[in-house]
């Protein structure tokens, strides 16, 4: 996938890694000129570089940069578009070393290959847990720094100059003695022979024109117009389409079809009948989804047919009873809690959650005997090549993945559910096959946020500071299943993330107990750990706080001792919305606090209560330390789209089971917030010089705490479950 229109050139500058200089060279001549130098993404078990003939010229490197005759650049980058800017910041990244405006770089996505592009943390190729910047900082700048000073190098060669009386600026060399000046494309061919250096220096901060500037995404104008490709939009000749319906019941089976009405609807070319689902397939989804709704479908719900929510929370309940994985003890919390002052007791409750991306689950298949063609918006796309290859029983190098932009992610486009279906139903058509999932379907069928039961317990000394926290984490462990090698002794490190916040406790413990439902699946939904803990914890501190009497931003800034960072957000956040103002009746603040992705986040909402129980976000300061920022206006935006997205969740969200059913199917009932209900938001970026952290999932995690503990303020009723619910806050 490309993002802008890819120019062609006679010679090219590619990037690449792992290049002795014997293959850097033998690569410049059989590319007629091209230049090659290292970019080196930190892969965790990549391929060594192969040496190849100038006859066969083929080399795969972990990314490239390519720069062509006429100057142009394209950057191919592993992690995926899907609405976060991480293409427009990660092109700033080589664009500010290598001294070339944005608008000369092109990108593309890079091709599923595990050995070349894993993401170093997880081990395969995805793009989550807010790494994309954090891991590619350093290595892409490198990329650049090292095409600059070749381009240099060639530059002065050529005018029988020291390089270091040139300079690069706007995609030229520069020789400001003589005035002389060549552009990049020119020197291809020369900087093609010239030898990789083996350190080049980067570029000292203060020195940065493009990075920390806030710069146009590239891909708004093909989004704006129309332009741009994702997953639901693929089209060549000959394509079909397909519509399904898959069991209600996770497990169910197909046991019996009607189907002569839906073959009757002009437009249907056939109906693919799998063991768990039944597919429509036609010219055009009218015709398929109109076909759908007259099938006739008779299922075996299978042993989770009685399956519901109370039989959920029952188990997590029964589970809570049990002693958890140790995450982290520190001192005696026992001893401790029979020895504080006061103790203090609280079990909070998180519910399912549904992603509802805009763009709703969709792949497209072209399958023939010797190769696999898919066509997707994937946060994983290996993953998504290897359950195609193995339904198909193809080789992987069989199966070609095409990434499209992504209309949304959240964690569930991580996922391959939706490749397998539509291979399956791809192998029973001889023609192409796009299947669609109606919203229904993506609702009813979804890789859900667990639903967490949690038990928390402090002990307060005389003066209300705590001397023992213990928090016993309890629901699905996601890692067990997607990334199994990290699910150590039955930890799942993820499930217990930020489970103390950033403070500090004389006495801790952390621990986790694994408790799985047959009746659903679940997965990453923005930051699944953080999401649901900063609830818990900021919650729980809140409640703290009250029982101590204390003021609740001094009562946390107390306990920031080890994270300077975190009380000045805290500090900074409580200062913009006016703490400690007065209020109107039935109006409160709420602080929340958090720690995640390597940065730190404090919010403060403003909200009011009406009688009738109706909550009305009215302001939310958000105070952001993500370290340095790339692009500011980007982490602006990911900080309103993820206070929507917390806000639609603490308001509405909640995915129910009935008969082993999901009851949600749609916007209607299961909501997000509206334009009408946006409160105003005040966003307030940290100027810091510290290596980048994470923000494409950094501001859900303290909406909710904020709400309901400013809710508890205006009305003094302690919320420890989510949805909010208006009736139970209704006054009498």
């Not at 078990?45 to 490197?61: K, Q």
Request: charge should be positive; glycine fraction near 8%.
């Amino acid at each position: 996938m490309k993002s802008t229109v890819d120019r062609g050139g006679a010679a090219q500058v590619v990037v690449s890694s792992g290049l002795t200089r014997r293959s850097f060279l033998s690569l410049s001549v059989a590319l007629g000129g091209g230049l090659v130098v290292p970019l080196i993404f930190p892969v965790k078990g990549s391929r060594a570089a192969a040496t190849r003939s100038p006859a066969s010229a083929t080399f795969a490197p972990n990314g490239f940069i390519r720069v062509t005759t006429d100057g142009r650049i394209s950057v191919i980058i592993p992690y995926v578009e899907m609405g976060q800017g991480v293409y427009t910041s990660l092109t700033m990244l080589i664009a500010e070393e290598l001294e070339v405006p944005i608008s000369k770089i092109d990108v593309e996505h890079a091709p599923a290959d595990d050995q070349l592009y894993a993401n170093p943390i997880h081990g395969f190729q995805n793009t989550g847990d807010s790494l994309s910047v954090r891991v590619t900082w350093t290595p892409l700048r490198m990329a650049g720094a090292t095409a600059r000073t070749m381009l240099v190098c060639a530059a002065a060669a050529r005018w029988n100059v020291p390089a270091d009386s040139c300079r690069a600026e706007n995609a030229e060399v520069l020789h400001p003695p003589s005035g002389r000046r060549l552009t990049y494309g020119a020197l291809v061919a020369d900087a093609a022979v010239m030898p990789v250096p083996e350190k080049v220096p980067l570029k000292d901060p203060a020195q940065f024109k493009l990075i920390g500037t806030s710069t146009p995404r590239i891909d708004t104008v093909a989004k704006s117009t129309g332009v741009a490709v994702y997953g639901i939009d693929v089209r060549f000749p000959g394509l079909l389409v397909a519509s399904v319906a898959s069991s209600p019941v996770k497990g169910g089976r197909v046991v019996k079809v009607d189907d002569h009405r839906a073959k009757a609807v002009k437009g249907v070319t056939q109906i693919v009948v799998l063991d768990d689902a039944v597919a429509v397939v036609g010219e055009h989804t009218g015709a398929t989804r109109k076909g759908l709704a007259l099938l006739d479908i008779s299922w075996d719900a299978g042993p989770q047919g009685q399956y519901s929510t109370e039989t959920l929370v029952a188990e997590l309940a029964a589970a809570s009873k049990r002693n958890g994985v140790v995450a982290t003890k520190k001192g005696d919390v026992a001893a401790s809690l029979a020895t504080a002052a006061k103790r203090v007791d609280a079990v909070y409750q998180i519910p399912l959650l549904a992603h509802t991306m805009m763009e709703p689950m969709n792949c497209t298949v072209r399958l023939s005997r010797t190769h696999c063609e898919l066509w997707l918006g994937s946060q994983a796309a290996t993953r998504a090549q290897s359950a195609a290859a193995k339904i198909t029983g193809l080789p992987l190098d069989a199966v070609e993945v095409h990434n499209q932009f992504l209309g949304g992610g959240f964690g569930r486009r991580a996922e391959f559910d939706v490749v397998e279906q539509a291979v399956r139903i791809a192998q029973k058509v001889d023609r192409p096959v796009k299947l669609i999932w109606s919203r229904e379907e993506d609702v009813q069928h979804g890789f859900y946020r667990p639903y967490y039961y949690d038990v928390l317990s402090a002990g307060l000394d005389s003066s209300g500071t705590p001397v023992a926290w213990s928090h016993r984490v309890v629901g699905s462990s996601i890692i067990a299943r997607i990334m199994p090698r990290f699910f150590k002794a039955g930890l799942d490190e993820d499930a217990v993330e930020g489970a103390y916040g950033p403070y500090t406790f004389p006495n801790l413990l952390i621990d986790y107990v694994r408790q799985e439902s047959p009746a659903l699946n679940t997965g990453f939904w923005r930051g699944v750990g953080s999401t649901h803990n900063a609830f818990m914890v900021e919650g729980f501190i809140d409640e703290l706080a009250f029982t101590a009497k204390q003021d609740p931003v001094r009562y946390r800034a107390n306990l920031l001792c080890e994270h300077p960072r975190a009380r000045s957000v805290l500090e900074r956040a409580a200062s913009l919305a006016k703490w400690g103002d007065p209020l109107p009746t039935g109006s409160g603040r709420g602080v929340a606090l958090a720690f995640a992705f390597g940065s730190y986040i404090s919010n403060v909402a403003e909200v009011s209560v009406a009688p009738s129980g109706d909550v009305r976000i009215k302001r939310i300061v958000c105070v952001v330390d993500c370290g340095r920022a790339i692009n500011p206006d980007t982490v602006v935006a990911q900080m309103q789209s993820g206070i929507v997205y917390g806000l639609s969740a603490a308001l509405y969200g909640r995915i129910t089971l009935k008969n082993g059913r999901v009851e949600q199917s749609n916007f209607h009932d299961y909501r997000a917030l509206r334009t009408d209900q946006m409160p105003q938001l005040d966003i307030s970026l940290v100027i810091s010089s510290e290596d980048p952290g994470g923000v494409g999932e950094l501001a859900v995690p303290c909406v909710a705490p904020a709400v309901v503990n400013a809710i508890f303020v205006a009305t003094g009723k302690r919320l420890r479950t989510l949805p909010i619910k208006p009736e139970e806050l209704k006054r009498a």
